[in-house]
């Protein structure tokens, strides 16, 4: 029998937090070309004696109050990682160059994003992922399909500092009531040891009528059926060849561990400026003990879902390695490993060790941002990735 988690109840219902800027006593550090080697900033963890966290979410996407978060406001010091070796194997994210900026997309058009734009995404992981030694130890071909996608974008009058300013979200074009979101200043991974199979099996299963794979694959229909040039093919092709994004048996397979899965996100600036306001900045997965992980549950009318909240780094261990990349503009992409099932941490262990599982990441208050900079808006799309024959 299925057993409904127990919710604990919490004293005072948390807020979710605003980033800050860094003490005053600490500042940025600059090489002898004056290009940024390092930047302090806050970031907010959980504490750790934080123990469930949770909140309800109705059917519009609107969350009631969230319990159990006890938020510590931590300095911390971000790396500048252009320039460095990070890769998505080793660390859980990387750099790619990506061109775009000639193919006019327009990001707030959910059918443009994915009618153009998620095959973009789905060769440049299929690319990574088979240029990394490690990557494609497991043989055969790469299978990559994407998703799923948010919009964010900081608000144009939020400051500098961070303080945020509610405005009305922006609805995107064609999204069934979906919205531009702000960039989440939290520390935080996508996906948990029970959330990602979960995931990845929701995606062998027939799609609801609003969700966004349903266009997807109705768009995958039109485009095989306008390649293929045997009738006799086209009218023999079963129904059932677009009823799910993955087939059902590689995903049993890969849910049982006879075959290697990951969850990744293409993270990309979408205006022409260069990015300053709230970039995103990463958690070197080497430097990421589970231990260090604390539940966060999201209730659905039908379903919990789950991430991970964060807390800080024991001062007996080295501590959370951070980095980010400056001044990201619209053609470099952004990989980040949201769940590895052949990660350490995916495995059991309390630590990653040849793969990463994935990086814990957030929004930051980065202190050389200009107090005019514009606003940030970028996209983060999500793909399913399955090693095995295509």
Known sequence: MKVKPTLEKSPVPS??????LPSESLT???DETNNISSVPTKVNYVTPETGLIYTRRDISGSDSELIGANWVNTDVRVGN????????DENGFELRRSDVSHMDINFLDNDDVTHRYYTHCEQLVKEALKSSSKGGVDGG????????HNVRKSGASVPASGTNTKTEPKKIINGNGSVVQQPAGLVHADYTRVSAPRRIKGLSLKPKENDTLKNILEQRQKDRVVADEKQKEIEEKSESDFQSLLDPTLVTEAIAGKRRYALINVWRNIQHDPVYRSPLACVDARTMPWSDLRTFQIHYA???GENYFVCPSSPTVAGHKWWYFPRMVMDEALLLKQWDSSGGIAQGE?????????????????PTCPVDAPARESIEVRLAVIWGNE
Request: neutral net charge.
């Open 350 to 366: 309390n630590v990653d060790n040849l793969h990463s599982t994935f990086t814990v990441h957030s929004a930051i208050v980065d």
């Open 141 to 148: 071909k790469i299978i990559v399909r994407a998703f799923d």
């Open 15 to 20: 807020a979710w937090p605003i980033m800050h």
């Open 81 to 88: 990682a252009r320039g460095k070796t990070v890769t998505l």
């Open 28 to 30: 940025a550090e600059f």
């Open 302 to 304: 039908d379903r919990v």
